[in-house]
């Protein structure tokens, strides 16, 4: 018969207390690919899934895992019918990770994550198996895709709000300030340099010329129209650019990116006659009068009375890609202006 010490010194060692997210420490009998077999001092069998596993990209369950090496875990559920602890090695490893992350984000270190998701306004980003959003105003560059690891700082890292935030562009910022001085006592008007289109918005896009974001506007973009910047430019494309405007005071460049092409004002210059019959096409109609292209490249504009009076005399509405008889009134190539009337049989 067990005496008192005896029975106390089975329960020691059988313990049956093993409650929902008790961490223990268990010894791997077994390794497949299913999951761990796993000895935790317990007459019943415990099993780690694989789901409850954190893998990195690269790695395999059994890179990580080897039979008869004591590794922590967390009690996933109790015993069931059948004898069974189900374990979880994965949340202790996230606790663990939680723990380095909260150190670096103390001392501001520099940490790497991987693209997971991209979602409305920004990205979301595995961080040593933790999932992190950076918000698009955080990101140097956008365009970035699935799969591609960015450079990043923490912002914010509040786990029991699931508020976990991080910027890539912080990196960046955090010497700027010395960059841009450097950048703006180098550069001088008309100077041609290499930039990466970082952003792209409605009135033109934003170029990296070496550290500092500098505005190429829609309208320096190309000699031909185009209705937004998105329709030639691309996110982390790289372009020559020419500088032409520098305010030192407030640390701004602009750009231009058709002046390194020969303008088409000056050929057309050399063509057109004042007051001289010609065709040309309509390119856009506005409320204060239509675009007519009269060379390649060059467009003039026929007033909004003027539009009106074509239409009155034509009996019919004014349509893009309409070709008609005008004359130039003025042409101002300096100013690239053209103001032109129509003309009728």
């Not at 996933?76 to 490893?93: I, Q």
């Not at 490249?297 to 909004?304: D, M, R, S, T």
Request: net charge negative.
């Amino acid at each position: 018969m067990l005496s008192d010490n005896d029975f106390s010194e089975l329960l020691e060692r059988y313990n049956y207390a093993y409650k929902y997210g008790k961490i223990v420490q268990g010894v791997v009998v077994s390794v497949e690919n299913s999951g761990l077999l796993v000895d935790i001092k317990s007459k019943a069998c415990a099993i780690c899934p694989t789901n409850e596993i954190l893998l990195s990209s690269n790695d395999s369950i059994r890179d990580i895992f080897k039979i008869g090496e004591t590794y922590d875990f967390s009690i996933n559920s109790e015993e069931n019918e059948d004898g069974v602890f189900y374990l979880s090695h994965k949340k202790v490893a996230l606790a663990k990770n939680i723990e380095i992350l909260e150190e670096k984000f103390k001392n501001d270190e520099i940490i790497t994550g991987t693209i997971s998701n991209i979602v409305k306004g920004g990205v979301i980003v595995n961080v040593l198996g933790v999932k992190g959003f950076v918000p698009s105003s955080q990101l140097h560059i956008n365009g970035e895709k699935v799969g591609q690891e960015l450079e990043l700082k923490i912002l914010a890292l509040e786990m029991d709000k699931g508020n976990f935030i991080l910027s890539n562009k912080k990196i960046y910022q955090d010497n700027m300030q010395n960059i841009k001085q450097e950048i703006l006592d180098k550069v001088e008007l008309n100077m041609v340099v290499k930039g990466t289109v970082t952003r792209i918005t409605d009135f033109g896009a934003f170029i990296d010329i070496g550290g500092i974001d500098a505005l190429l506007p829609l309208s320096r973009i190309s000699w031909s129209w185009i209705d937004s910047p998105a329709d030639v430019l691309t996110c982390g494309e790289k372009i020559d650019v020419e500088i032409i405007g520098i305010d030192r005071e407030k640390q701004r460049i602009s750009l231009s990116l058709k002046t390194l092409e020969e303008s088409p004002w000056l050929k057309a210059q050399e063509v057109l006659e004042i007051k001289k019959k010609m065709k040309g096409k309509v390119t856009r109609i506005k409320s204060f009068g239509a675009f007519v292209e009269v060379y390649p490249q060059v467009e003039g504009l026929l007033n909004k009375g003027q539009v009106q009076q074509y239409q009155n005399k034509t009996k019919r509405e004014l349509q893009e890609n309409d070709e008609i008889d005008i004359i130039i009134n003025r042409f101002d190539p300096e100013a690239e202006k053209i103001n032109l009337e129509a003309v009728y049989e």
